[in-house]
């Protein structure tokens, strides 16, 4: 479904990914992590071109991201997008939100549009929030609304950047739980977060990446009990003892 | 029309247009200085405890502020001749301006002294500062600092503004322009060569504004 | 002697509402005009064409950097040269949308600047078109920010409306200054032309206060 071959980027003169290989399956989970700076974030960008490659090949769903001359919106509207600081339209209200995509690109009619909309916002359980404000929603119901707003598409591929880590900690798990569940129906997700409890739950497999390469990969039980090289050790450590 | 673009009538005229580029210079200059000074006690005095100071500040900004810059330069050149007050045309012309840009700079430095989180001039005061020293160590060097850029787009308004003394017979670089167009009939020839010099004070002033942003980086407004 | 000039300013009130209404013409004309084609330069300017947005910006550079007096002259005595013959109030029009233009064209496209580039991401993530992201994303939220500089810059258009009066155009000011050839006294007269234009100005001016207020209380919490 996603395949990265020998992918390279930099900005301006900082490397920040190095020969890059992933393949990624339909209705796989995979979850990213790694210390700050590793080059995650970015990775999962570049699967929906908010940043381009300069080197390397990147297919998504049989579709060459890498080149320029591809029409980025076919490819877009199969993936969703979940950004860590929620990135909701403050002008609009849930229902707003999770239907001017399938509006406008999908070209849904208004009243089909509102139909999927209150599905899904009843899924991620915010049915009774149709018609309010990001401004008067908390940061994990507005983080639900934005996964609502992606699943709104029905994409193949859900991306996550960092969907927990602008969250205060009880709000944590209902973002997780929706996720989990999207997860279990066989969603394909890359999830870039530091949730280890949810990657061991959910993950087929875990990306451990530092200074913009990938170092390990491995499913969750191997890779917590066994890491095998001795960064993806120093980083487990941090962060399992805090 | 470019091809008939007559060069030499222009060099002809430079003495003169030498002459009006210095007069617009020193006529903006100089109201520039009257409205700073005016703009600080304006401004003063709109800060002011007292109601009734802040009040006759205030009418005078408004006023200023909600009427064209050319009618108060006719009321002035009209005006003062019927008080019986006679004064040269360059005099009335730096009094609207300086009228004028006062108001404005009055606005500006008030935004840049309450920009001034309050909690610096209660430490002030705690440390035992008087009022005057407080203004003058804490409070104006920061609201300073902040109001320049304003203040320089103030400076480049009243370049432009000065243009509107040309219409009370002053001699300065519209008029050049003026003076050009009815001698030789080359409207083309006059203006263009007017713009180009108020262009080269725009674009120094503009240098200038961006020089001293870089080296008055105290705080952002 | 002052009570008689009373008298003749008042008998002259008619002559200074034709005034004011042309002003509000060429002002109202010019505004509307104005913040179409500024709108569109700034969507321009915030956007991504570079050679389009540099030539626009030297263009606006260019009407900021001189005097309006001296481009309304421009437009009125240089244009006949290149063929085309304006009277007064069509040159005035022209030359005050163009600076309307400019003016707003700025405020559009720093209002658009401003909107966190978040909102863009999203967008483009869902793969809305850049058109209907200016339109149904970005435009909405920026309006919020456009709108007091837009409200004051009017008033700054409708006081630079006077300076039409010297190209002939009889707005309030040349009534004003017609009027005081027959009635010297010209603190009477200017005075009623400074009422007048108050009388326009200083709403519009309220109004952008207010607006600006109301703006600074509705932001959008994380």
């Given at each position: 479904m996603i395949r990265f071959s020998n992918v390279n980027k930099w900005f301006g003169d900082l490397h920040v990914l190095k020969d890059i290989n992933l393949s990624v399956e339909g209705g796989e989970v995979v979850v990213v992590c790694g210390p700050s700076g590793s080059g995650k974030s970015t990775l999962i960008r570049c699967i929906n071109r908010l940043e381009p490659i300069q080197q390397g090949e990147l297919v998504v769903d049989n579709m060459k991201v890498h080149d320029k001359k591809t029409n980025m919106t076919k490819i877009r509207a199969e993936i969703g997008f979940v950004f860590q600081q929620f990135n909701l339209y403050p002008h609009m209200t849930a229902m707003g939100n999770v239907t001017i995509a399938p509006m406008k690109v999908r070209k849904m009619k208004k009243s089909e549009a509102e139909k999927l909309g209150r599905e899904i916002l009843e899924r991620v359980g915010l049915g009774n929030k149709a018609d309010a404000y990001p401004a008067q929603l908390s940061g994990g119901q507005q983080q639900r609304v934005a996964i609502a707003r992606g699943l709104c598409m029905r994409p193949k591929i859900m991306l996550f950047d960092e969907p927990t880590s602008a969250l205060d900690p009880e709000m944590i798990n209902e973002v997780l739980d929706v996720m989990r569940v999207l997860a279990r129906e066989g969603m394909t997700m890359i999830v870039v977060s530091h949730e280890m409890g949810f990657a061991r739950e959910v993950a087929n497999r875990v990306v451990f990446m530092d200074e913009g390469q990938i170092i390990e990969v491995a499913p969750p039980n191997d890779f917590f009990k066994n890491p095998r090289t001795e960064r993806a050790k120093l980083f487990l450590s941090k962060i399992l003892t805090h | 029309m470019l091809e008939t673009f007559n060069f030499r009538v222009i060099l002809e005229y430079m003495p003169l247009y030498w002459k009006c580029f210095f007069a617009t210079l020193w006529l903006s200059g100089g109201s520039l200085l009257g409205a700073l000074v005016l703009g600080v006690i304006a401004c003063a005095m709109r800060l002011s405890e007292s109601r009734i100071i802040s009040r006759v500040a205030g009418v005078y900004i408004e006023s200023i502020r909600s009427t064209p810059?050319?009618?108060?330069?006719?009321?002035?050149?009209?005006?003062?001749?019927?008080?019986?007050?006679?004064?040269?045309?360059?005099?009335?012309?730096i009094l609207a301006l300086t009228l004028n840009s006062g108001a404005y700079m009055a606005e500006i430095i008030r935004a840049g002294v309450q920009s001034i989180p309050y909690g610096q001039i209660e430490a002030a005061m705690s440390s035992g500062l008087?009022?005057?020293?407080?203004?003058?160590?804490?409070?104006?060097?920061?609201a300073l600092g902040v109001a320049i850029p304003p203040m320089l787009g103030q400076a480049i308004v009243l370049v432009k503004d000065s243009a509107l003394l040309s219409l009370i017979s002053i001699v300065e670089l519209t008029r050049a322009g003026q003076i050009l167009t009815s001698e030789r009939f080359m409207p083309a020839e006059g203006f263009l060569t007017t713009a180009v010099f108020y262009l080269i004070i725009y674009y120094v002033l503009k240098a200038f504004s961006h020089w001293s942003q870089k080296r008055l980086i105290f705080r952002g407004a | 002697m002052w009570g008689f000039y009373f008298e003749q300013l008042v008998q002259s009130i008619p002559f200074f509402l034709k005034g004011l209404w042309m002003t509000v013409a060429v002002s109202g004309s010019s505004l509307v005009a104005g913040t179409v084609l500024g709108f569109v330069w700034g969507v321009i300017r915030a956007g991504r064409g570079k050679v389009l947005k540099r030539i626009i910006g030297a263009w606006v550079d260019l009407i900021r950097g001189t005097p309006f007096l001296v481009q309304v002259f421009i437009f009125f005595f240089i244009l006949p040269e290149a063929g085309i013959q304006l009277e007064a109030f069509p040159a005035s029009v022209i030359a005050l949308t163009n600076l309307s233009a400019c003016f707003i064209c700025e405020i559009v496209a720093g209002g658009i600047q401003s909107i966190p580039s978040g909102q863009r991401e999203a967008a483009t993530a869902s793969g809305l078109s850049s058109y209907h992201q200016l339109r149904y994303i970005i435009l909405p939220q920026a309006m919020r920010i456009i709108l007091p500089p837009l409200v004051g810059q009017y008033v700054l258009l409708v006081k630079d409306s006077s300076?039409?009066?010297?190209?002939?155009?009889?707005?309030?000011?040349?009534?004003?200054?017609?009027?005081?050839?027959?009635?010297?006294?010209?603190?009477?007269?200017?005075?009623?032309?400074?009422?007048?234009?108050?009388?326009?100005?200083y709403p519009l001016i309220r109004l952008s206060n207010t607006l600006e207020k109301r703006m600074t209380v509705v932001t959008t919490k994380l």
């Open positions: - | 810059l050319l009618a108060q330069l006719y009321f002035f050149y009209f005006g003062l001749p019927s008080l019986g007050i006679r004064m040269p045309e360059e005099a009335t012309g008087s009022y005057l020293q407080r203004m003058r160590y804490i409070v104006l060097p920061q | 300076v039409v009066s010297a190209i002939g155009v009889t707005d309030v000011t040349r009534v004003g200054w017609l009027t005081v050839q027959r009635i010297p006294e010209g603190i009477m007269v200017f005075g009623l032309v400074g009422i007048l234009y108050f009388v326009i100005c």
